[in-house]
């Protein structure tokens, strides 16, 4: 399938993980029973799995002067992913994050953000932008990059999917400026805290008014198991989940995030590119790390005709 131009724009990290029967408690030791590291990264997972069903992708992001950058690049070229615009800051490390899993498949991530938390509009990035038809934003860079890069996309007639995570209360204006917006339940739950009315009910019609009333005119909130909630202006869609039998969670919502954005790369409505995303995210969660789990286009197809296999 042809796809228009995605552009990836945010962090890259170098990922440490930890699998381990429970996630320690505070003061408590445990002994790990595996370690491993690869690439990570929300703006890299998401240019990941958009990368690996077909889509032509390119990732503007912050490393340092290290290995760790070396490490990156290399990642990205073979996957194919466009590398020509990643930035050097010559006094941050690239960033880490360090990720214990615990034997249901679920996690807890601590990221060190390094030279990613140094990110900023610039001319490359701006070129970038420029180009692209589908432009993705996460918030593990500062916020006013990722507002400045929504902005500049919107001017360019890009779609901006916004992934409101990890959250960070943000300008109306970015919402207005973003196609789509991306949300867990937790991170719904500190957007109400912050932005929604005292009182505001929890059903999801008003829930859907409220974050309309907030500038938001599409929103995507996953709900794991339990699916996930288009809003849009035909008011709410439920869209189930594919259940399976989660073996690590890490990096599922970057592939959904990732596959929403490639879905509208080639043409698909939202709603059919969130039934995608939720695919991608259900067989991610059936292997362990995040952009290793994430699978090709052949592989989900396969998966997909054998009945979704837990």
Request: overall charge negative; aromatic content about 4%.
């Amino acid at each position: 399938m042809r796809t228009g131009r995605i552009l990836s724009v945010g962090s890259v990290n170098i990922d440490h993980c930890l699998g381990m029967p429970a996630i320690p408690k505070p003061g408590e030791t445990v002994l790990a029973e595996s370690v491993s590291t690869c690439v990570g990264g929300k703006s890299f997972n998401q240019a990941a799995a958009a990368r690996l069903l077909g889509g032509d992708v390119e990732l503007v992001a912050m490393v340092g002067e290290d290995d760790a950058a070396r490490t990156v690049k290399d990642e990205l070229r073979e996957l194919g992913i466009g590398s020509e615009r990643i930035l050097v800051h010559r006094e941050e490390s690239t960033g880490s994050a360090f990720i214990s899993v615990d034997g249901s498949g679920e996690n807890s991530i601590v990221v060190v953000p390094g030279a990613n938390a140094k990110m900023a509009a610039c001319g490359e990035a701006d070129a970038a932008v420029a180009e692209a038809d589908v432009v993705l934003l996460a918030c593990e860079i500062p916020v006013d990059a990722v507002a400045a890069f929504a902005r500049r996309a919107a001017m360019t007639g890009a779609k901006v999917v916004l992934n409101l995570s990890p959250y960070r209360p943000v300008a109306e204006e970015l919402f207005r400026d973003s196609f789509v917006v991306i949300v867990n339940d937790h991170e719904l739950a500190r957007l109400r805290s912050d932005a929604m009315p005292p009182g505001t009910a929890e059903d999801d019609a008003e829930t859907a008014a409220a974050l309309r009333h907030m500038g938001i005119r599409r929103a995507i909130v996953t709900r794991g198991s339990r699916g996930s909630m288009l809003v849009d202006a035909d008011g709410c869609t439920s869209i189930p989940a594919v259940q399976v039998n989660a073996a690590d969670t890490t990096g599922c919502g970057d592939a959904f995030a990732g596959t929403v954005g490639y879905g509208l790369a080639c043409g698909l409505d939202l709603a059919a590119a969130v039934r995608l995303g939720s695919e991608v995210g259900a067989f991610a969660a059936t292997r362990p790390g995040a952009r290793p789990s994430y699978p090709t286009m052949s592989q989900l197809e396969a998966w997909r005709k054998s009945g979704y296999p837990r």
